[in-house]
């Protein structure tokens, strides 16, 4: 048995579904709300671009040249409607919060502010999210310090409205100060 401290996967928000559900993430093709304090979400490919950096940085390989190939694609065409299986978009939710954290403990308000806008582009895409594969899954090492306490919805992170935090076996915060670079994180990320 580990003696790492762990959280669970879920989301009150999102729905669940099956694995290999398609999920458009088109909402920056939607009528923009007349608003002065809403932002239409954007399908910006340098922002792709910097999420396929972090998903790289938190050891995800695979998913960073998955969103590699999505921000080319946007690059060629502003219309262009990125599509994941519900499976891939919740791999790729649980990563970017892992990244997420890590960015806040660096200080990367660019990689911040590029999981955030990819975090709403998702999120208001679609209501139908989380992979059912993934609901319930243990995440060791983090723990949220907002909204529900007992589980990490990853898309609630990426769309900060749930934070997370590092955590050592006790479920204690790590301080900035005594963070532990990526080596650490990547392995965080392949023991999901």
């Not at 458009?24 to 979400?41: M, Q, W």
């Not at 390989?61 to 065409?77: C, K, P, T, V």
């Not at 990125?82 to 892992?98: H, K, M, N, Q, V």
């Amino acid at each position: 048995m580990s003696n790492r401290y762990t959280s669970v996967v879920d989301s009150e928000q999102y729905d669940v579904v099956p694995d290999e559900e398609i999920i458009s993430v088109d909402a920056h093709l939607g009528v923009p709300i007349a608003h002065e304090l809403y932002n239409h979400p954007e399908a910006d490919p340098e922002k792709l671009a910097i999420v396929a950096d972090e998903l790289r940085s938190v050891g995800r390989i695979h998913l960073g040249a998955r969103m590699e190939i999505e921000s080319q694609h946007l690059n060629r065409s502003a219309s262009y409607i990125p599509r994941f299986t519900a499976y891939e978009l919740t791999d790729i939710a649980i990563s970017l919060s892992i990244a997420k954290t890590k960015a806040g403990y660096n200080g990367n308000f660019d990689a911040l502010d590029a999981i955030l806008q990819f975090g709403r582009l998702i999120t208001e895409s679609a209501d139908k999210l989380m992979a059912e594969s993934f609901q319930y899954k243990e995440i060791p090492d983090l723990k949220p310090v907002d909204g529900p306490k007992d589980h990490i919805d990853p898309f609630g992170v990426i769309r900060s409205t749930q934070n997370i935090v590092f955590v050592d076996s006790h479920g204690e915060q790590i301080l900035r100060d005594e963070f532990i670079e990526s080596d650490d994180v990547q392995e965080i990320s392949a023991d999901y």
